[in-house]
């Protein structure tokens, strides 16, 4: 068995003669999240949720710690690849930084992120762990490096793939180790499929693929292949004879090494210079006969695939709303402990109004990730209304949670100013990784029209949202009726809007702010029913004033020349970035005061 990471002491992160703001070195990312455990309370069986807690809690101090130093080395000492050993035999490595190492064994063997969903028995429980759970993990870890988040998606993905669909002999040689968390039998998984002449308009690949007996041979280009170097990747190649289109595309599953121990019949060109997730080595591929095997129905390939799409694209959403966390947390940290003219940032008007912006893209995210969670777990159980309402979740979640995550992290980094744009502090890495959530898994074009023409226009998932919100307005007692008819009015509203844009090619321009206001609508609904439910567990409604500042500054037309600060907005600030408790009686007033 691997050796469990063991967690350093902490760091003195402030300069030892105060001037500079300390940042997050420390940090238990798990215990500073209330709002994290109140969703997984939520979300979650009891029995459940105090089985990972403790978990939860040490890969939270982690997180802040020990892990946090191995990815800032990771980032800084980048893979490098070889193309010989040093007996000079053409045989290809990739070299990593031993703190990429120490991340592997975190994520892979001691929390086995990778296979929380298809092994069980996993750190002592004897079942699967459903999706949110999962994603708690996930949510964690991507705090402190989210280029390890794409091997651990991959890898994962690779395993449902085989599962879902691959043969007894294909499962029975690879499915264990895809999801083995000993890390001397592990095998990660890799996604092959962008090219050149297609990129997201998958139907026009050129990679062929030739029958040889029990076998295939795989003959083209991949364009962007991250985890360069897994040792099983599953791809998409059109067959000979096949006819053109997505439809004309099969799917299959092409081995690092072969039986003998050789290297299969593919090369690594060159590894990808990225903007971000520079731990984690993507390169370009060129198929040379590579020998590959058939997973499911050769004429299915592409719609085996793009079932994957709604666990990627959570897993995306997810990993987004992980980054803005720990930019929230570094932001929190400086505001709250840097004093300029006399007082804390936090206590100056701009710096809370900053503050309460962040939060409020933050909280969004966090909801709407674990809404789309929720969704899949039910999904997955057999539930077509929480499939239909899955199809429009998760495009609409990864469209605008990868889009505020960029502007979050810049935030961040003004925040702690010109220090937060030099490299030894978190917050470059964090702005640069999050740009890509924004072009994974669909460009924000791709993803909005994905939502709209398909999700609405020719699946009516939107109907599923519908009456997945008006429920949880229905279970919301406690919250006030009246911003519960608001909002009901707003839910109906968004629809129309999505049916009106889905209706007709020429409304296409639309197709972004129409998804964008099914996610804020849909996102001020869920954080009303969270308010009640945790007003109902602990007391504290405080989640419903995040429901009206996403009404306030991101649905409701503004007027520029109106001030907005007046002594209901800056109670509502003191109460969201304040630590005590409010009452669903006072919160409900200031919702619906002037």
């Given at each position: 068995?691997?050796?469990?990471?063991?967690?350093?002491?902490?760091?003195?992160?402030a300069?030892?003669?105060?001037?500079?703001?300390?940042?997050t070195?420390?940090?238990?990312?798990?215990?500073?999240?209330?709002?994290?455990?109140?969703?997984?309370?939520?979300?979650?069986?009891?029995?459940?949720?105090?089985?990972?807690?403790p978990?939860?809690?040490?890969?939270?101090?982690?997180?802040?710690?020990?892990?946090?130093?191995?990815?800032?080395?990771?980032?800084?000492?980048?893979?490098?690849?070889?193309?010989?050993?040093?007996?000079?035999?053409?045989?290809?490595?990739?070299?990593?930084?031993?703190?990429?190492?120490?991340?592997?064994?975190?994520?892979?063997?001691?929390?086995?992120?990778?296979?929380?969903?298809?092994?069980?028995?996993?750190?002592?429980?004897?079942?699967k762990?459903?999706?949110?759970?999962?994603?708690?993990?996930?949510?964690?870890?991507?705090?402190?490096?989210?280029g390890?988040?794409?091997?651990?998606?991959?890898?994962?993905?690779?395993?449902?793939?085989?599962?879902?669909?691959g043969?007894?002999?294909?499962?029975?040689?690879?499915?264990?180790?895809?999801?083995?968390?000993?890390?001397?039998?592990?095998t990660?998984?890799?996604?092959?499929m962008?090219?050149?002449?297609?990129?997201?308009?998958?139907?026009?690949?050129?990679?062929?693929?030739?029958q040889?007996g029990?076998?295939w041979?795989?003959t083209?280009?991949?364009?962007?292949?991250?985890?360069?170097?897994?040792?099983?990747?599953?791809?998409?190649?059109?067959?000979?004879?096949?006819?053109?289109?997505?439809?004309?595309?099969?799917?299959?599953?092409?081995?690092?090494?072969?039986?003998?121990?050789?290297?299969?019949?593919?090369?690594?060109?060159?590894?990808?210079?990225?903007?971000?997730?520079?731990?984690?080595?993507?390169?370009?591929?060129?198929?040379?006969?590579?020998i590959?095997?058939a997973?499911?129905?050769?004429?299915?390939?592409?719609?085996?695939?793009?079932?994957?799409?709604?666990?990627?694209?959570?897993?995306?959403?997810?990993?987004?709303?992980?980054?803005?966390?720990?930019?929230?947390?570094?932001?929190?940290?400086?505001?709250?402990?840097?004093?300029?003219?006399?007082?804390?940032?936090?206590?100056?008007?701009?710096?809370?109004?900053?503050?309460?912006?962040?939060?409020?893209?933050?909280?969004?995210?966090?909801?709407m990730?674990?809404?789309?969670?929720?969704?899949?777990?039910?999904?997955?159980s057999?539930?077509?209304?929480?499939?239909?309402?899955?199809?429009?979740?998760?495009?609409?979640?990864?469209?605008?949670?990868t889009?505020?995550?960029?502007?979050?992290?810049?935030?961040?980094?003004?925040?702690?100013?010109?220090?937060?744009?030099?490299e030894?502090?978190?917050?470059?890495?964090?702005?640069?990784?999050?740009?890509?959530?924004?072009?994974?898994?669909?460009?924000g074009?791709?993803?909005?029209?994905?939502?709209?023409?398909?999700?609405?226009?020719?699946?009516?998932?939107?109907?599923a949202?519908?009456?997945?919100?008006?429920?949880?307005?229905?279970?919301?007692?406690?919250?006030?009726?009246?911003?519960?008819?608001?909002?009901?009015?707003?839910?109906?509203?968004?629809?129309?809007?999505a049916?009106?844009?889905?209706?007709?090619?020429?409304?296409?321009?639309?197709?972004?702010?129409?998804?964008?206001?099914?996610?804020?609508?849909?996102?001020?609904?869920?954080?009303?029913?969270?308010?009640h439910?945790?007003?109902?567990?602990?007391?504290?409604?405080?989640?419903?004033l995040?429901?009206?500042?996403?009404?306030?500054h991101?649905?409701?037309?503004?007027?520029?020349?109106?001030?907005?600060?007046?002594?209901?907005?800056?109670?509502?600030?003191?109460?969201?970035?304040?630590?005590?408790?409010?009452?669903?009686?006072?919160?409900?007033?200031?919702?619906?005061?002037?």
């Amino acid at each position: 068995m691997h050796k469990p990471v063991t967690a350093q002491p902490k760091n003195v992160a402030a300069a030892p003669s105060g001037l500079l703001a300390p940042d997050t070195t420390g940090m238990n990312f798990y215990r500073a999240d209330q709002a994290l455990t109140d969703l997984l309370r939520i979300h979650l069986p009891e029995t459940l949720f105090r089985h990972i807690e403790p978990h939860l809690d040490r890969l939270g101090e982690l997180a802040g710690g020990h892990l946090d130093d191995c990815a800032r080395l990771a980032d800084r000492h980048t893979p490098v690849l070889h193309q010989r050993d040093k007996f000079g035999c053409d045989v290809q490595w990739i070299e990593y930084h031993p703190a990429y190492r120490e991340l592997e064994n975190a994520a892979f063997g001691e929390f086995g992120i990778h296979a929380l969903s298809i092994r069980k028995g996993i750190m002592g429980w004897p079942d699967k762990y459903p999706v949110v759970a999962k994603h708690a993990f996930t949510f964690l870890f991507n705090q402190t490096e989210f280029g390890m988040g794409c091997p651990i998606n991959v890898t994962d993905g690779c395993a449902k793939l085989l599962a879902n669909f691959g043969s007894e002999a294909l499962k029975a040689k690879y499915l264990d180790g895809l999801t083995s968390t000993d890390m001397s039998k592990l095998t990660q998984g890799g996604q092959f499929m962008t090219e050149k002449e297609g990129g997201s308009d998958v139907g026009t690949l050129t990679t062929t693929a030739v029958q040889e007996g029990d076998h295939w041979r795989l003959t083209g280009e991949k364009w962007f292949c991250s985890n360069a170097d897994a040792k099983v990747v599953m791809l998409l190649a059109r067959p000979e004879g096949a006819g053109p289109g997505t439809r004309g595309v099969g799917l299959f599953l092409m081995p690092r090494f072969l039986d003998d121990g050789s290297q299969n019949h593919y090369r690594i060109v060159r590894l990808k210079d990225k903007l971000g997730t520079r731990s984690m080595a993507s390169g370009e591929i060129k198929l040379e006969g590579a020998i590959a095997y058939a997973v499911g129905r050769l004429d299915r390939g592409f719609v085996q695939m793009a079932e994957m799409v709604n666990s990627s694209r959570l897993s995306n959403g997810v990993k987004s709303t992980a980054l803005m966390r720990r930019a929230y947390h570094d932001a929190m940290t400086v505001a709250k402990n840097r004093v300029v003219f006399g007082n804390r940032i936090i206590d100056l008007p701009l710096g809370r109004r900053q503050m309460l912006k962040i939060m409020l893209l933050v909280e969004q995210a966090l909801s709407m990730s674990f809404l789309t969670a929720d969704a899949l777990d039910r999904a997955e159980s057999g539930s077509q209304d929480a499939a239909a309402l899955l199809r429009i979740l998760t495009p609409t979640l990864k469209f605008r949670a990868t889009r505020d995550a960029r502007k979050v992290c810049g935030d961040a980094l003004e925040m702690r100013g010109g220090i937060g744009y030099i490299e030894e502090f978190a917050t470059p890495r964090l702005l640069r990784d999050a740009h890509l959530g924004s072009v994974w898994e669909g460009t924000g074009n791709i993803v909005a029209i994905d939502a709209l023409r398909r999700a609405v226009g020719r699946h009516g998932a939107e109907s599923a949202l519908s009456a997945d919100l008006h429920a949880r307005l229905d279970d919301s007692a406690s919250v006030p009726q009246a911003w519960r008819d608001h909002l009901r009015g707003l839910v109906d509203r968004a629809v129309g809007f999505a049916r009106e844009v889905a209706g007709k090619s020429e409304n296409e321009a639309d197709a972004r702010r129409a998804t964008s206001l099914l996610y804020h609508v849909a996102s001020a609904v869920a954080l009303a029913w969270e308010a009640h439910r945790i007003h109902d567990m602990r007391g504290d409604a405080r989640r419903l004033l995040l429901s009206r500042l996403v009404i306030d500054h991101r649905v409701a037309p503004s007027d520029p020349f109106r001030l907005t600060e007046n002594a209901t907005q800056a109670r509502i600030a003191a109460l969201l970035l304040g630590d005590s408790s409010a009452g669903m009686s006072e919160v409900g007033e200031l919702v619906l005061a002037a």
